[in-house]
């Protein structure tokens, strides 16, 4: 009983000396018992809890408690029915059944008064009921946008979301009845002052905007890996990792060694870190370390890391430990090396002094204005409609900001949403569409390329800049690393728009800014294993992206089945990795001054080995609005001895305001 509260507390309340409260403690005690369930097990639903709910608006209190219980209990009772249901109906299918109406399900239309898309009719007319079927695969009238468009099954044969809830459990307040709007829930560098919007719009663009990764090398062909291209990927990164072992620790090529073999010589091995069971969690007695075809033909072996005071591990990391195999069975780790990280960014005093005045234009009147630069993620709108109202509402913050630079990350057209899904939504009024021939590049014109033409007229000297996701239906490039949108003009996006690719490294002005749209902090937040005394948990997962020099460092991904649940309870779209191109991922040779990676983890802004690093948030959750954040950088002043060096570090982290804003 004192092991279980012990290990609640740990869980659930690690910050606190005294522990939870006895009220809190009882009622967590109560489902422990009552699901027969561990302590780590009911961590995990809470956690699932407060995504679901908001993760800023649920607090740990005896009312949350309680509502948190009573979820618990109706997933359990729901999945008993289910269960029940499904026993029912294999005892009572017919086997020679003829099926009627199989559409929707609905035998001799005894559900019409109950599915909307039934008319009473039917019961009164059959001949007229069949030939309505019959019609239903004639080309539509109407302006919806059915399932022909979508997956080219007939427009009228519309696939429902779910028996028992259809729209209703999709239901959300209405967006202009939000809470808290504009609501500043976290500031890194308050004592900094925030942007301000100009008096008159600025002439011309303030920043300047140049891409650091070959964007070429991203349209590779999809859905076309190869194992051998794959494998040779994944041990290539093995040997590069040894390589700058090697280079920063100053070891002779006899220090490594195949950890594998048996001896009782201490030697350094470099390998990837996996678990020993498929689709498993990883634990102290699971973890192994694969070695490279070079070192150790491939073969995994036994870690044993019971003497490490402080280790994180998760699958795909490559690490360099000292250590022995004196039994042939498991390979003793008395040391971990440390990773060297990437130098910071830097650049020449002249090139400070370009941009200097590039940001104060030609009469200086800016001078004093900071860089805006605004960032949010997808989803652009909740799942119960398709109005986009966040993004029209972020491009009006924009507006009346003057922001300098918007970056918006996808999805934009999000294929876990439900009505996108289903196909069971309208399209927009509008007399330049043509219902048979409407695709999801008309939907993203008139939907997102509208708002972000209205706000280029607004603001001319905004740069905005739109990075794709996996799960963009309007994207045909379906694998990460991945290739831009389509093409400008086909989107209705305006001139100031600029593609880019997932992930991206930028440069604005002088500041380096990396983006990747894969939620890699979610992954390892699931898959990684670290010690009692690790560094807190928004901390230590971009460390991990900084020391492996990856956007994506974990492999195998994270099964779908683990990950958050689509709308109308869909699997996840998961990481869609292609293998073989995973090299486009790797980070350049400078760490990046910010670090944008959004996550349905809590927003945050945290510095991290001199990284500003950025989880914007979603800007609309599935029954909300969301999140998004603001920078202000100032602008960089050199002292008289920096003037006279050859290069100076950007510091952007010193000098930049982070706001994360409810939308």
Known sequence: MAEEKENLNARFAPSLNDGLPPDILSELESMLRLHSISPKELFFKWESYCLKMGSEETKLNLETVRMFKKDVQDAVERESRGKHNIRGSDRR???????????????????????????????????????????????????????????????????????????????????????????????????????????????????????????????????????????????????DFMSMIQKAHGLEDSAFGNPTAQSTSEIIAVGRIACDTPDSKLSTASVVLETSRRMGAGVRVPLKIDSLSSYQFFPGKIIAVKGSNASGEYFTVSEILDTRLLPSTVSSPAAFESIKSRVSGSDGSSSSLPLNFMFSSGSYTADDNLDFEPLKEICQKAEESGADALILSGPFLDLEHPLLASGDFDLPESKSIDPDAANMATLFRLWIGASLQRLASAVPSITIILIPSIRDAVNRHVSWPQDMLQSRTELGLPKQARLVTNPITLSLNETVIGISTQDILYELRQEELSSANSADLLTRLPKHLIEQRHFFPLFPP??????????????????????????????????????????????????????????????????????????????????????????????????????????
């Open 93 to 239: 299918a017919p086997i020679n059944a003829t099926p009627r109406n199989a559409s929707n399900g609905d035998f001799h239309g005894m559900l019409d008064d109950l599915i909307p898309n039934t008319p009473m009719s039917r019961i009164r007319n059959p001949v007229a009921s069949s030939m309505k079927r019959k019609a239903g695969f004639d080309t539509p009238m109407t302006t919806k946008l059915g399932k022909t468009e979508l997956n080219g099954a007939p427009a009228n044969l519309k696939t429902p979301i779910k028996s028992d809830g259809a729209r209703s459990q999709l239901q959300a307040a209405p967006f202009s009845e939000r809470q808290n709007a504009g609501q500043i829930i976290e500031t890194l560098n308050d004592h900094l002052p925030t942007f301000e919007a100009p008096i008159v719009p600025f002439a011309e663009s303030r920043v300047k905007v140049a891409a650091n990764t070959d964007i070429k090398k991203f349209s590779y062909k999809p859905m076309s890996m190869r194992q051998t291209e794959s494998s040779e990927v994944l041990d290539e990164r093995i040997d």
């Open 558 to 663: 994270t099964n779908r089945e683990r990950l958050p649940k689509a709308g109308g309870d869909r699997p996840a779209t998961g990481a869609c990795l292609d293998l073989g191109y995973l090299k486009l991922g790797e980070w350049p040779n400078v760490r990046p001054d910010v670090l944008i990676m959004p996550s349905v983890l809590p927003p945050f802004v945290k510095v991290v080995e001199s990284v500003l690093v950025i989880n914007p948030g979603t800007l609309s959750k599935r029954k909300g609005a969301g999140t998004y954040a603001q920078l202000a950088i100032q602008p960089r002043t050199l002292t008289d001895e920096e003037m006279t060096q050859s290069s100076v570090p950007h510091k952007v982290f010193e000098r930049a305001r982070v706001d994360i804003v409810r939308i």
